[in-house]
């Protein structure tokens, strides 16, 4: 079974500072895909940024990125330059390939993100 | 515009009485998926859908129904609701990837009481 794991239930940051939202996973499936989504106070969810497992590269979004770290199972978000409407819960998600789990999509708690000004 | 629409987006209902929320995507994705999100217990997969006429039970399919007649719709359908169904709703779409999702889209939600 998949498994999403987001240990920092709130992160605090000034604003136009950068903040690393982290993002641990686990799964035997060699080939899978990490998603980062922003959920703000009105309840949409918007989709961030994107990750496949076999991307040599770090994913990168405007001021998304995600950093990749395949061998420690981790896929933390990176916001950098803080703004205000930056507040919001963020929710790291994953898929995989193959086995029982074939398409679907497993989330982790959120981290709820406050910008301060 | 690409997007995920969800119809309606809020709905009070009573007990057992059926109820359909529509949901409709205009970027010709294989995938679509149901999920609800509830306090503390995050988002859960309720169905989800490879293509048209291929569906498959998420993590809490219990009580609700799915079909997958066109490619751009998919509509839940709670045939008897109940209070523990009373959430907030999602729909999604998806790119895939060979067997990989990517890019998934979610609608606007659907914030559903059952009195």
């Known amino acids: 079974a998949q498994k999403i794991t987001q240990t920092q239930p709130g992160m605090f940051v000034q604003e136009k500072e950068a903040v690393t939202l982290d993002c641990t996973y686990d799964?035997?499936?060699?080939?899978?895909?990490l998603f980062w989504y922003k959920q703000p106070s009105s309840g949409e969810m918007i989709f961030l940024i994107y990750?496949?497992?076999?991307?040599?590269q770090n994913a990168t979004e405007g001021r998304y990125s995600l950093n990749f770290q395949k061998a420690r199972k981790s896929a933390n978000l990176v916001i950098s330059a803080s703004q205000l409407g930056d507040s919001a819960m963020y929710f790291c998600?994953?898929?995989?390939?193959?086995?029982?789990?074939?398409?679907?999509?497993?989330f982790g708690q959120g981290t709820i993100l406050t910008v301060h000004p | 515009e690409a997007q995920v629409t969800q119809n309606p987006r809020y709905l009070i209902t009573v007990t057992g009485k059926k109820l359909t929320v529509t949901c409709s995507q205009n970027?010709?994705?294989?995938?679509m998926s149901w999920y609800r999100q509830d306090p503390g217990l995050g988002l859960r997969q309720i169905y989800y859908?490879?293509?048209?006429?291929?569906?498959d039970k998420g993590d809490v399919p219990e009580g609700y129904k799915v079909s997958r007649k066109e490619k751009r719709n998919f509509p839940l359908i709670l045939e008897s609701p109940s209070p523990n169904q009373t959430s907030l709703y999602f729909c999604?779409?998806?790119?895939?990837?060979?067997?990989?999702?990517?890019?998934?889209?979610f609608g606007p939600g659907t914030r559903l009481t059952v009195t």
């Open positions: 999604a779409s998806s790119r895939r990837v060979g067997n990989i999702l990517n890019e998934q889209y």
């Open positions: 799964t035997s499936d060699q080939s899978y895909g």
């Open positions: 990750q496949g497992s076999y991307d040599e």
């Open positions: 998600a994953m898929s995989v390939a193959g086995g029982t789990s074939y398409g679907k999509l497993t």
């Open positions: 970027m010709n994705h294989e995938y």
């Open positions: 859908s490879m293509n048209v006429e291929v569906t």
